[in-house]
């Protein structure tokens, strides 16, 4: 069993939208289990997210390329865009948001990469010319 | 985005009317939250019952909320479904806040 689809959008907040709950439709066609389909949209939009306000910032918006592969034992989801490429062509370690301070000084943002490694089973990251090629890989079934 | 205001018990309670609270729509959600809540009561419980989405935009957007209300007053959350329920214990955010199952939980909650 190998399922194989492709998709492509804008990289706009709400084409981002569109894009997800597209892919998200697709991977519930193809029997991803309810549970992981959870896991997999939390993971997917932040990492669009961070492509959209990130990769894309303060440059014409290209778009955002998603290719899924799902086998018997692994989901990949494959991300690409060409605008900046991350930090030192690297994954962000994505420590968990410090909530040890006053209320005040409690983070509203810096939650995705944290978000993104606890709910995969392991990321890729390479930086090929312009592009940028984010890999998402997810446990099927549930372990 | 749609937010509708009701009291009970001495709280102001806020629906979100809305299926998700992203990226999209982060930043109106803490304005509307700002408006709706200006001068409200000590309490505030934010009904999320009808969100089946959030990402850390929307998680962002709802510290935001409870900052702009300041020391004296305070914003418990109630109905997370699935998936809120899940960003807000994979972020540790269910330490910071009051989460209450259902609304009638959290508004019980404030008689004692």
């Known amino acids: 069993m190998a399922e194989i689809f492709a998709c492509s959008f804008t990289a706009t907040e709400l084409d981002a939208r569109s894009g997800i709950a597209a892919v998200m439709e697709r991977l519930r066609e193809i029997d991803l289990p309810d549970e992981r389909a959870e896991d997999v949209q939390i993971a997917l939009a932040e990492a669009v997210n961070n492509v959209v306000e990130h990769a894309y910032a303060g440059t014409a918006k290209g778009d955002v390329r998603i290719k899924c592969n799902l086998d018997s034992q692994e989901l990949q989801i494959q991300i690409c865009d060409v605008g900046f490429p991350l930090t030192d062509c690297a994954l962000p370690p994505g420590e968990p948001a410090d909530l040890s301070g006053p209320i005040e000084t409690l983070p509203e943002g810096g939650f995705g990469w944290f978000l993104i490694r606890e709910l995969t089973s392991r990321l890729h990251y390479e930086r090929l010319g312009r592009n940028n090629r984010l890999s998402l890989y997810f446990q099927v079934p549930l372990s | ?112």
């Open chain 2, 1 to 112: 985005m749609s937010l509708t205001s009701t009291r009970a018990d001495g709280a102001q309670i806020v629906t979100v009317n809305a299926e998700r609270i992203d990226a999209a729509m982060a930043i109106q959600f803490k304005e509307d939250m700002r408006a709706e809540t200006e001068d409200g009561s000590e309490r505030v419980i934010l009904d999320l019952s009808l969100v089946q989405f959030i990402d850390s935009s929307g998680l962002g957007a709802i510290v935001a909320a409870m900052k702009q209300l300041g020391r004296d007053r305070r914003l418990d959350l109630a109905g997370p479904t699935p998936m809120v329920e899940k960003v807000f214990r994979l972020t540790r955010m269910d330490t910071i806040f009051n989460l209450y199952s259902t609304l009638n939980e959290a508004v019980t909650a404030n008689k004692t």
